[in-house]
């Protein structure tokens, strides 16, 4: 008789601490996946898990091995059919040749393996070098409060719905024909005062009758219960996120000429982390993409980010679009705005001062947020230094900065320029959670 | 008799199984193995897994016990990838070559599968494990799992105390060498026990709570006669390097000059581990073999005895005809010889051989042909003989026939294949030699010596690659692997290709030129 160990209860994830040593090694590789996952997909696909292909830099195992490109050797096959010794037989192209073990490389290629949603998020924090608080605060998912949704069978007995319970005893009870209390009571009464008149033959045997009529409703009675298991109804809970409020994101940008490829990116990393945010706070996020030139437009992501369009640059249409939409399909009532524009800071020269004037007399009283980024050049960034020089459209928002404390601005070059943008909003959001 | 009223009952029904039907089976066919086939086995501890923790054993290469590093978490995610896609199932069983012999189930198996894995895995792999003079000579089947309880428990005081990434380097470097990390000839020490180890470790460890910086500010003792000494222990090391050393990796752990305590040991726990491994690859057409020889035995003769049902022994034959299945070199699905197969029918041939031989047999093998005794010869093979030496023993002239195998020669600046022998009568010893040949490890797989160092003067380290039928190492991964032998050095090192033939230097690279 042999020992037996039933392993299947033993923990799981024993090669974790493996996986964690692979995904450090493999770091950059799969960073670079996860930044072209934010370049092709769209801002809110980040917040997932995702298939990556196998990193190729760092995770080779080298040992000593034979050049298939030289030398003499020789296979044994099995399934000879023509051949006679002597015979040539032209190489396949690629030289693997007939012998050569199976393909493992080949495979190796398209060889994707998923990442969690954590190890996505963190991948794509570290350029951004966000504080740990803060990705702490946006890798977790939200707490959730239990709602009422209706009735179960089945539950706890502190749920048990008494009304919802009586009501299906009370069909039942009928549908069954339980004899009621009443009916009992009426034959009990007949039997008093039957047995109070003289005994006559008649009268006994009436009695008799009237006994047994007692005896088998209350038989019944016993069979079927006031109130069955089948009855009771408990109350169900749904569990909800707590903030259940809904909020529109409105994202702006420039796609003028001179909003290139790396503009674009960065962009785009801005949107997604403002996205990541907000999708931890409310449970309903609709973005709106707006696009401008000199005119501005509503498109879809994919127009937004991939298509260019020639023209100049007038970025008081966008301000313009934004505030037509809110008005007609956003009530301040009911969505928290959100705005977040990016642009290379080119505007017409006398369009600025009506930016302003949009901002400060309509647009910031409905936003929660308006964050502003300029993208400027690497070698440039060093130069602006001081905030107060800078494009047109830099120093009409310096204005609207001072006056409205949930607007924010900022020049980014790379990509961890883009946290600070949000610095104000994350700070905010322990105290707005107590607030909820 | 109660053993004669069992007899006619079927030891299970239904595909689900139990532990009461699992310990009914195994009794059944431990008891027909070691009576009917004289197997001498291991106790067996029977372990019942779940598919994830299948793939979590395949990752570490199938030990149950593994210390951690990312490769094993790349194979993992690489196990997993083609398990998902489908495009490979996982083992029905594994079994390690411990005492007692440690055999794992999978859940998701049927009652008829688990019967055909106790028998191939707990009978014979078990009884190959036990007896193959390979297994018995150069590893510890009582020790391994101890020591590999020990080797992961080091690793990771290793990783806390100097790091992740610094235990992780010595490991890679180390990994690199496994192939260069056995001894092929002479046997390996064994295992130190495991109170030897320990008194190791307690001597590290007084030298470093004991260790002061202030030995180091002292002045060197004049005139002493410090010199003399030193060319004496200098020396006497180099007479004690025992050039040539074809293991590498012992080579490196017992003289680098860089390496501090920690890092040998670590280095010596790859060393281990490698030779542990080293007989199994060795054996693998003998020891598949041994174990579907005897499970293809002990079910049929189940089946003939009515201990088995109809329906059980269909799906135990589709099984089995999957795992022997062995498509033709033209066919898609060929991806080299199957080692089941092969075992299996050599072995099945020796049976033929010695109950119904033909004049043939007779001529090759005139020791066993018509003997009737292939219990006898099959436990005698079992025991004493690997791969190449069984093929080269046993593979008959019936069965290269029946396989039709045919030998090509390869030459690399050729443009075609030259089919050099098939069955007949003039390549059947050809073609068994050559058969042998490949599966000749030692042969095989490159040859790499530490041929001189000079420890006096440079410290440069020379490796010599005797280089057979003019092929040649792999350029991008030998100057990969040279330099992880630089890290583990620390010093100059240089692997000169000589031609094994003419002895001619055919190319010589070194680490400064990488």
Redesign the interface.
């Known amino acids: 008789?042999?020992?037996?160990?039933?392993?299947?209860l033993?923990p799981?994830?024993?090669?974790l601490?493996?996986?964690?040593?692979?995904?450090?090694?493999a770091r950059e590789d799969l960073k670079r996946s996860i930044r072209d996952k934010v370049r092709t997909g769209g801002i809110a696909e980040l917040d997932r898990e995702h298939a990556v292909p196998?990193p190729r830099k760092g995770?080779?195992?080298?040992?000593?091995?034979?050049?298939?490109?030289?030398?003499?050797?020789?296979?044994?096959?099995?399934?000879?059919?023509t051949?006679?010794?002597?015979?040539?037989?032209?190489?396949p192209g690629g030289g693997g040749?007939?012998?050569s073990?199976?393909g493992t490389t080949e495979?190796?290629d398209d060889?994707?393996?998923v990442l969690s949603r954590e190890e996505v998020l963190d991948l794509f924090f570290e350029d951004l070098e966000l504080p740990d608080l803060v990705k702490l605060n946006l890798k977790q998912i939200l707490s959730f409060k239990p709602r009422r949704a209706g009735f179960a069978a089945s539950g706890a007995p502190t749920n048990i719905n008494v009304g919802r319970t009586m009501r299906n005893s009370h069909g039942r009870r009928i549908a069954l024909r339980r004899p009621k209390q009443a009916e009992v009571d009426e034959i009990a009464r007949q039997i008093a005062e039957l047995e109070a008149k003289p005994a006559s033959a008649a009268v006994r045997e009436r009695i008799t009758a009237l006994r047994e009529e007692l005896e088998r409703l209350e038989r019944r009675r016993r069979r079927i219960a006031y109130v069955d298991p089948v009855d009771i109804r408990f109350n169900r809970f749904d569990p909800q996120p707590v903030p259940n409020a809904n909020a529109v994101m409105f994202c702006l940008m420039d796609v003028s000429g001179s909003m290139g490829e790396r503009e674009k990116d960065l962009a785009k990393r801005f949107f997604v982390l403002l996205h990541l945010f907000l999708t931890r706070r409310y449970e309903r996020i609709e973005v709106v993409f707006i696009r401008h030139t000199h005119q501005a437009k509503e498109v879809d992501e994919q127009t937004f980010f991939y298509h260019t369009e020639s023209g100049g640059t007038v970025v008081s249409t966008a301000l313009e679009e934004m505030h037509r939409i809110i008005k007609e399909r956003y009530p301040v009532a009911e969505w928290n705005i959100y705005a977040a524009q990016a642009s290379d800071g080119d505007n017409f020269a006398t369009d600025s001062e009506r930016c302003i004037e949009l901002l400060d007399r309509k647009l910031m009283r409905l936003c929660q947020y308006f964050a502003y980024v300029e993208i400027i050049d690497e070698r440039e960034s060093h130069i602006f230094g001081s905030t107060e020089n800078g494009t047109s459209l830099w120093r009409a928002y310096n204005a609207v900065d001072g006056k409205w404390p949930n607007f924010q601005m900022r020049r980014i070059a790379a990509p961890a320029d883009i946290y600070p943008v949000f610095r104000e909003l994350f700070a905010r959001q322990p105290a707005l959670r107590k607030s909820a | 008799m109660v053993s004669q009223a069992r007899k006619s009952e079927l030891l299970f029904s239904g595909s689900d199984w139990n532990f009461a039907k699992l310990s009914r089976v195994y009794d059944e066919i431990e008891a027909l193995g070691t009576e009917e086939l004289g197997l001498d086995i291991y106790p067996v501890q029977m372990e019942v897994i779940s598919s994830e923790q299948m793939l979590d054993a395949y990752s570490s290469v199938g030990m149950p016990l593994m210390y951690r590093h990312w490769s094993f978490g790349k194979r993992f995610l690489y196990d997993e990838f083609l398990y998902r896609k489908g495009a490979r199932g996982l083992a029905y069983e594994l079994v390690i070559n411990s005492n007692p012999c440690i055999v794992y189930l999978m859940e998701e198996n049927t009652m008829a599968l688990q019967a055909l894995v106790t028998a191939h895995a707990a009978l014979g792999h078990n009884h190959f494990f036990k007896n193959n003079h390979l297994f018995r000579q150069w590893t510890d089947a009582g020790g391994i799992l101890s020591y590999l309880d020990f080797a992961k428990g080091y690793i990771a005081r290793c990783e806390e105390r100097h790091g992740l990434a610094a235990v992780e380097a010595i490991l890679d470097s180390a990994h690199a060498l496994m192939e260069q990390g056995v001894f092929r000839y002479h046997r390996p020490p064994k295992l130190s026990s495991e109170q030897q180890r320990e008194g190791l470790r307690e001597r590290l460890e007084y030298e470093e709570r004991s260790f002061s910086d202030l030995w180091r500010t002292l002045p060197p003792s004049q005139g002493k006669t410090k010199p003399e000494v030193g060319d004496e222990i200098l020396a006497e090391r180099k007479k004690s390097l025992k050039l040539p050393e074809e293991n590498l990796l012992y080579f490196l752990e017992k003289n680098s000059l860089v390496l501090e305590p920690w890092q040998r040991e670590i280095v010596r726990i790859v060393r281990v581990i490698a030779q542990y491994f080293y007989p199994q690859r060795q054996t693998q057409v003998m020891n598949e073999g041994c174990a579907t020889f005897v499970h293809y035995t002990i079910m049929n003769t189940l089946f003939d005895r009515g201990r088995i049902s109809e329906g059980a022994m269909l799906e135990i034959l589709r099984n089995h005809s999957n795992v022997v299945f062995q498509p033709t070199y033209d066919d898609p699905r060929y991806s080299g010889i199957n080692p089941y197969a092969l075992g299996l029918d050599m072995m099945q041939d020796i049976q033929r051989i010695s109950t119904v031989p033909t004049a043939e047999d007779r001529d090759w093998f005139p020791d066993i042909a018509g003997r009737g005794d292939w219990r006898d010869t099959l436990l005698d093979a079992w025991a004493n003989h690997r791969d190449e030496s069984f093929i080269r023993q046993y593979l008959s002239p019936a069965l290269i026939r029946k396989w039709r195998l045919f030998v090509l020669a390869d030459g690399a600046d050729e443009p075609h294949y030259e089919v050099a022998s098939i069955h007949n009568e003039r390549g059947y010893a050809r073609i068994r030699s050559a058969l042998a040949q490949s599966y000749d490890i030692g042969a095989s797989r490159p040859d790499i010596q530490v041929v001189d160092v000079d420890l006096l003067g440079d410290r440069h380290l020379r490796l010599q690659h005797k280089v057979k039928d003019g092929i040649m190492l792999e350029g991008q991964s030998r100057d990969a692997t040279l330099r992880h032998i630089r890290n583990l050095w620390g010093y100059e090192v240089s692997l000169a290709a000589i031609d094994a033939g003419t002895g001619a230097t055919l190319s010589e690279r070194w680490t400064k030129e990488l």
């Not at chain 1, 008789?1 to 299947?8: K, Y």
């Not at chain 1, 799981?12 to 090669?15: F, G």
């Open positions: 008789m042999p020992i037996f160990i039933d392993r299947r033993n799981k994830d024993k090669s601490g493996n996986r964690q040593r692979f995904l450090r090694r196998m995770t080779d195992e080298p040992s000593f091995g034979d050049d298939r490109q030289s030398g003499r050797r020789q296979h044994i096959l099995p399934g000879n059919k051949f006679s010794p002597g015979d040539l037989i032209d190489k040749g007939y012998g073990a199976p495979s190796e060889f994707r393996f």
